[in-house]
């Protein structure tokens, strides 16, 4: 830990505070929570997917680097410097198979916005991590981070991973990587490699000791944000999401991420805050088009954070780097109180999950009083409380498989009785789970109640009354078999298979009828 924090000056920086830090020199510091931070870089590969290699002809495993902060027991060896992650930078994205060679290349932004005496000295500087620090007892909950296009390594987002780890969580994250070479495309296919990397990353660090088994919380900075996105839709066990000046407030030019399959605001019912400039939100913009994510989504509360910049760059660890010089491409002008900022938003971040994650009642107040305008607030926060998600369509799905109709039933009535209602399990779902119960697993009593749960909540439903009218055929119970043929030939005339089905046992009672 930095001389600064061990001195104990900042014990007043409470878990939940937002209050501002004194300044610092750029490359130092921050932290600021109670925990050492440990490091760790995890090499191993993904042996699920491949990976062109450059040694041979072929393919290799996917590679995986996961970076890995946690809290610790104590400080341990000398701290990491910037440079030792400029070093693994480098490694991040070599094409060849075999020992690096010649030296470290520097990111853009440092080797363009710093002259050479700068960077020396910016590479020289210590960070809070310690390589190898015994971790803390206790069980940590654990965030995993999608790191951005054009910033493609962890060293990005350094400050924010070592705040949040001396605060008492564990955090993975990787390099991005395309699907078949090094180049990140804003394709579905390269989007969709990101978010399988951080589900890699999370089934990496919930394999060690030290991580909690349920706790899980989403950082997604720039196309990161996008992957963390759809990997909380599709990931009932997210339990919060934060994005950094990612593009999905409002359609990205892209079509990324709707155009994915598993792109479901339906499912996106945790806590959320999203940071962006402020001038993308101005009062000269179409506010309710630059908000409709936030303006669509109901379940689990909402917060977006204005923040006083023009710089893509302030929601990264560059920020913290002391360039002062634009680098086109990246971002604009460094503003002069951009440590300062860049501490808010890191400490914001902090007190975000303190409350969703931990349920910290401090960092819940904290929250609604940076709603309200408190000092040490990186920018404006607008606050909407979201209703208390429902049951997911596939929770109700494993309630019928596990409990039986019963079970399910009332909770989905409640669900469709709600203002908006709930998800709920389709009319297909519905049916094909009757057939399984009737025909495979020959729960015959069950497989009725579920057919006729399809009709209650789906009474319009030609297929749903046809299917029921089709398992009480295949029981015997030929009447009311007859009845719900009827009612869905009525709902939907063109259904062959079902005229004939109502023809065979209309012909068959007749039969049994006459003398």
């Known amino acids: 830990m930095s001389a600064l924090i061990r001195s104990g000056l900042v014990a007043a920086c409470l878990m939940g505070s937002i209050v501002a830090a004194p300044a610092v020199e750029s490359g130092t510091a921050l932290a600021d929570g109670p925990h050492p931070v440990g490091f760790e870089l995890v090499q191993t590969a993904d042996p699920a997917r491949a990976f062109p290699s450059l040694e041979g002809a072929g393919f290799r495993d996917r590679p995986m680097r996961i970076y890995l902060w946690y809290p610790a027991r104590e400080a341990g060896s000398a701290p990491l410097t910037i440079g030792d992650f400029v070093r693994m930078a480098a490694d991040d994205f070599r094409l060849s198979d075999g020992p690096a060679a010649g030296g470290a290349s520097l990111p853009v932004p440092l080797a363009r916005g710093l002259d050479d005496g700068e960077r020396a000295a910016l590479m020289a500087r210590p960070l809070a991590a310690r390589l190898g620090a015994p971790a803390a007892a206790g069980e940590f909950p654990l965030l995993v981070m999608g790191q951005g ?49 951080m589900e890699f990353a999370i089934a990496a660090a919930r394999s060690r000791p030290g991580v909690h088994p349920r706790r899980l919380g989403v950082i997604g900075y720039d196309l990161g944000g996008m992957a963390g996105l759809v990997l909380t839709m599709r990931n009932p066990s997210v339990e919060a999401f934060l994005s950094l000046d990612a593009g999905i407030l409002s359609p990205h030019h892209s079509g990324l991420p709707g155009s994915l399959p598993e792109y479901r605001e339906d499912r996106f019912t945790v806590p959320w805050m999203h940071m962006m400039q402020a001038r993308f939100i101005a009062p000269s913009t179409d506010t309710a088009k630059t908000r409709e994510l936030y303006n669509r989504k109901i379940y689990g509360d909402s917060w977006l954070v204005s923040v006083p910049t023009d710089s893509h760059g302030q929601f990264s660890s560059y920020a913290r780097f002391g360039i002062r010089a634009a680098v086109p491409g990246y971002w604009g002008p460094v503003a002069d109180d951009a440590v300062a900022l860049h501490d808010g938003i890191c400490r914001l971040a902090g007190t975000f999950f303190d409350a969703a994650l931990k349920g910290d009642p401090a960092a819940a107040e904290a929250l609604k009083s940076a709603a309200a305008g408190a000092a040490g607030t990186p920018g404006s926060v607008d606050w909407k409380k979201g209703l208390p998600p429902p049951p997911s369509a596939s929770t109700l799905m494993h309630r019928l498989i596990e409990g039986g109709p019963a079970a399910a039933r009332a909770a989905m009535e409640q669900q469709r009785a709600a203002d908006p209602p709930g998800p709920l399990p389709g009319t297909d779902e519905l049916r094909w789970l009757g057939y399984h119960c009737l025909l495979w697993w020959g729960r015959e009593s069950e497989a009725l109640d579920i057919f006729r749960l399809n009709v209650s909540l789906y009474p319009d439903s030609a297929d749903a009354h046809a299917a029921l009218g089709d398992a009480l055929g295949m029981l015997g119970r030929v009447d009311e078999a007859v009845a719900a043929l009827r009612k869905a030939l009525a709902l939907k005339p063109d259904m062959p298979r079902v005229a004939r089905l109502l023809e065979s046992l209309t012909q068959s009672e007749e039969k049994k009828t006459t003398p």
Request: charged residues 20%.
């Open 149 to 197: 296009l054009y910033y493609e390594s962890p060293l990005s987002q350094v400050y924010l991973a070592e705040h949040m780890a001396s605060r008492g969580y564990v955090v993975a994250t990787c390099p991005l990587l395309g699907t078949q070479y090094r180049l990140v495309n804003l394709s579905v296919e390269d989007l969709e490699t990101e978010i399988r990397d």
